[in-house]
């Protein structure tokens, strides 16, 4: 048996509170998340991943001129050197640079497959090449020349930039997508040329206001085209606050087949949506019969996109048919706006459109003084190295005795022609071929051409007008290389205003015309059965559930409900559940407020009149465009006092209105003494001593009042009969009697 294990003694061990190790951990990686991962630089619009693929490209000479290298060789130089997380995220980011459909102006030219638009991922890293494009050379240019920060990688072993010198307006130019911890960046891509312009605007009027650029960029330009849909205001809203939204809409035309037959090309989709989802999600509703004016949709694109749409007949409004697939697919998509960037390179803000341009040419101004500064720098050492030459020249001999017989060369030059150590050096390294009378006219004029350049630099860096101007050059050539004439500078999304569709009605097009019976229960949940059901006994209900109201519809049709506190709810008939089941309750499709229920529904049938009362016998004629609702919250229709509640919506389609109470005392009045509003208490239609209003009818005199009875026809009181009920509203009125024996309700 060995030794008794002893347990460790407390030493070193340190109690800390669950809670704040929680916060502090969570702050670190909240902090390593939005500075290192997810949010882009305002400057060069690149987040950490995206600038060290470039920076370590451009480390293996992967110049737009050069070969093509191994996509296997650039991950793993930037994963070993740079970024020291997973190859398949540094190889999906790399992608990403190279696609044309998903960057405006791609920073990578791919050679292989990189995916595709119809949402097909691209093959493994080992058998696709890359190398930078000519936008990522402007992004690169100059970093050797000390314009940016560098910081040790990772390991300590190499430097890596801090931000990228950026001569091309990149954050916008090709946009960026990144949601980091509590906040999130979506910026879509923009036109470079401009953003060009904007930016000698905002350089030549340092106040310019986001609404003033906004007239230089008129809204994002999408690597995929389509059609913008937003008014001018609420772009320039959308750049002045810097959130907001754009609407893009495909690009579509009708292609005539001849004998009257067409079919409608789309050509363009969405940014953002891939095309095997898009067209696979159509084919989907046409299945559910949700796309009632389609009869077909086919990808026929190969290089360019073309899916065809064939309309199910041709006498079809195409704008129409686009109207509603626009409404429920995603040949409509909406691109956010959310500037949330790097401010900096330290302060994650949202910014505006001005700010935005504001950081990058401020920067350009950075780069350009840091660049000047190096300059300066070289030619200081290259004019001390000439001059130290041009000494020499005058007496070659005497510098050739020197290195052929002091044992000292170096400090006798020195010593003899007061040289510094660096011009002794360079003396000492001249080859014996350049001590030509040629070389030292090159030298003289070498000289005289660094003095006159150093001169500019000194001026440049003394005035910032120049440097203003210098910069404006700059802008100039990246606009006039990315223009409106070149293929890739051309503007791609096109602002439009859609077609006016205020007076067509688009339920038709959207939903599928066809007859159903809409139930609603006691306990207050609502279906649909297919068809025109007249016999409802074999209809199951859920416990001890039961019929309350059916009637009629047609899917295209709205629904109306009161509920018992005066409410009027609005429901789309095509969205109710089927009558497979039990439905579903009401209170999962609209908010209705605790105690209440629905206590009656119709089909709203748009330019008519409806009848509303309350228990306690008060009521009014409404129309019934009045009481539909665009929200869960439904419409305040129906005022109530006291202890009342809503019992009665029926359609007033008639001259005369039949009440009756719980107490069985019907009265029938003109329509005529009924106030009309569209909402209110009413006036009164019965006076209720005891009991309360059950029931009420309008109809038509001459055809007579209809009641049922429990019998499957109905029966029929004409006007003889009725003749003794017939009196003013807000009167009691009579005993039914034996007038309506074994009476259930009014109507059919």
């Known amino acids: 048996m060995g030794q008794p294990f002893e347990p460790p003694s407390g030493d070193g061990i340190e109690s800390v509170e669950l809670k704040s190790a929680l916060e502090e951990r969570y702050l670190a990686y909240a902090l390593s998340t939005i500075m290192h991962r997810a949010l882009p630089d305002a400057r060069d619009g690149l987040k950490p991943v995206h600038r060290r693929i470039l920076y370590g490209m451009r480390l293996l000479r992967l110049d737009p001129n050069t070969a093509h290298k191994k996509c296997a060789k650039i991950v793993g130089d930037v994963m070993g050197d740079f970024h020291p997380h997973g190859d398949q995220a540094i190889y999906d980011a790399l992608v990403r640079l190279s696609q044309d459909f998903a960057q405006r102006y791609p920073l990578v030219d791919g050679q292989g497959n990189f995916g595709n638009i119809d949402g097909d991922g691209p093959a493994a890293y080992r058998y696709t090449e890359a190398r930078l494009t000519e936008v990522a050379r402007l992004l690169l240019d100059g970093i050797d020349e000390d314009t940016v920060d560098f910081r040790p990688s990772y390991n300590g072993e190499k430097e890596e930039p801090v931000v990228l010198p950026a001569a091309f307006p990149n954050l916008l130019a090709n946009g960026s997508q990144g949601i980091a911890v509590g906040m999130a960046t979506s910026i879509p891509p923009h036109n470079a040329a401009e953003l060009c312009d904007a930016a000698l ?98 990808d026929e694109s190969a ?51 001005v700010e935005c341009l504001r950081e990058w040419v401020d920067h350009r101004r950075v780069v350009l003084q ?58 000492l390294d001249t080859r014996l071929r350049s001590l030509r009378k040629l070389e030292e006219m ?115 049709q709205k629904i109306l409900l009161l509920v018992s506190n005066g409410k009027v709810f609005t429901l789309d008939a095509s969205k109710l559940p089927g009558g497979r089941g039990f439905g579903d309750p009401v209170r999962l499709m609209v908010d209705l407020d605790d105690g209440t229920e629905v206590v009656a529904a119709l089909p709203y049938r748009p330019e008519t009149k409806v009848l509303l009362a309350g228990s306690d016998g008060r009521g009014f004629v409404a129309p019934s465009d009045a009481l539909v609702a665009n929200t869960r919250k439904g419409k305040g229709i129906l005022g109530l006092d006291g202890d009342a509640v809503a019992t009665i919506l029926v359609p007033a389609d008639g001259d005369h209105v039949a009440v009756m109470n719980s107490e069985k005392l019907l009265l029938i009045f003109p329509i005529g003494e009924v106030a009309e509003l569209a909402r209110g208490k ?67």
């Open 303 to 353: 290089e360019d996109v073309r899916v065809v749409l064939e309309p199910r007949s041709r006498s079809v409004d195409p704008v129409i048919l686009m109207e509603s697939l626009f409404r429920l697919t995603e040949l409509e998509a909406r691109v956010p706006l959310n500037l949330n960037v790097l401010v900096g390179g330290l302060v994650p803000k949202v910014i505006g459109l």
């Open 201 to 298: 605007y905002l350089i030549n009027h340092p106040e310019a206001t986001s609404g003033q650029l906004a007239k230089f960029v008129q809204g994002p330009d999408f690597p995929t085209g389509g059609i913008l849909v937003d008014s001018a205001e609420s772009i320039a809203e959308a750049y002045r606050t810097g959130r907001g939204g754009f609407r893009v809409r495909a690009r579509w035309h009708k292609e005539d087949l001849g004998r009257g037959t067409w079919n409608i090309i789309v050509t363009e989709i969405p940014y953002g949506i891939p095309k095997g989802r898009l067209i696979e999600k159509m084919a989907e509703l046409l299945q559910e019969k949700k796309l009632p004016l389609l009869a077909d949709v086919r």
């Open 442 to 556: 090159e030298l003289k004029r070498e000289f005289d051409a660094l003095t006159a350049e150093k001169a500019e630099l000194d001026a440049l860096l003394a005035s910032e007008p120049a440097q203003w101007k210098s910069i404006q050059a700059q802008i100039r050539a990246v606009k006039k290389t990315f223009g409106p004439e070149t293929k890739l500078g051309r503007r791609r999304t096109t602002l439009e205003n859609p077609p006016d569709t205020a007076g067509v009605d688009l339920t038709a097009a959207l939903v599928e015309r066809e007859p159903i019976t809409v139930i609603v229960s006691e306990k207050g949940w609502i279906r649909a059965l297919k068809g025109h059901v007249a016999d409802l006994s074999g209809v199951a209900f859920k416990g001890d559930d039961r019929l309350k109201i059916a009637f009629p519809s047609e899917t295209t």
């Open 370 to 427: 840091r660049r000047s500064r190096y300059r300066l720098g070289q030619i200081d050492r290259r004019l001390e190295i000439l001059g130290g030459l041009l000494i020499v020249y005058l007496d070659l001999d005497e510098v050739i005795r020197i290195i052929r017989e002091e044992d000292e060369p170096k400090a006798a030059l020195m010593a003899r022609f007061e040289l510094t150590e660096v011009q002794a050096n360079a003396i």
């Open 682 to 748: 009413g006036v009164r239609l019965q006076r209720c001593r005891s009991g309360k209003l059950t029931h009420a009818h309008v109809f038509r005199m001459e055809d007579g009042l209809p009641w049922q009875d429990g019998s499957a026809e109905g029966r029929l009181a004409n006007a003889a009969i009725l003749e003794k009920w017939v009196g003013h509203r807000a009167e009691v009125g009579l005993m039914m009697a034996r007038s309506f024996p074994k009476f259930e309700r009014f109507g059919r």
